[in-house]
């Protein structure tokens, strides 16, 4: 079973950035999600295994950024302008995910 670590979250001012980081198989169409306080959890965006074509969520295009880097079997998430509605807990998975999903790391945007 493949394990979800994701890390990089922390507590930014409105405005700020973060860079997530997320371990995944170099072979899998990996796909940001978050999930906010009484929300359902959504998919933010999505990378091909090659890392050629991205897709984002209407909420975060423009001001997030997804890439791989194959050779370490990573791909990240860029966010910058943050705003508070971005305040969530983020997950990496599969596009469509598996039926398990890692801890997430918390992303609190406030001042």
């Known amino acids: 079973q493949v394990q979800f670590v994701e890390s990089g979250g922390g507590l930014v001012q409105p405005g700020g950035s973060l860079r997530l980081s997320c371990g995944v198989s170099?072979?899998?169409?990996a796909g940001w999600y978050r999930q906010a306080p009484g929300k359902q959890r959504e998919l933010v965006a999505r990378?091909?295994?090659?890392?050629?074509?991205?897709n984002y969520a209407d909420s975060v295009k423009g001001r997030f950024t997804i890439s791989r880097d194959n050779a370490k079997n990573t791909v990240y998430l860029q966010m910058n302008s943050l705003k508070p509605e971005d305040t969530a807990v983020y997950y990496c998975n599969k596009v469509p995910p598996y039926g398990y999903w890692g801890q997430g790391t918390q992303v609190t945007v406030s001042s």
């Open positions: 990378i091909t295994s090659a890392g050629g074509s991205t």
């Open positions: 170099r072979s899998m169409y």
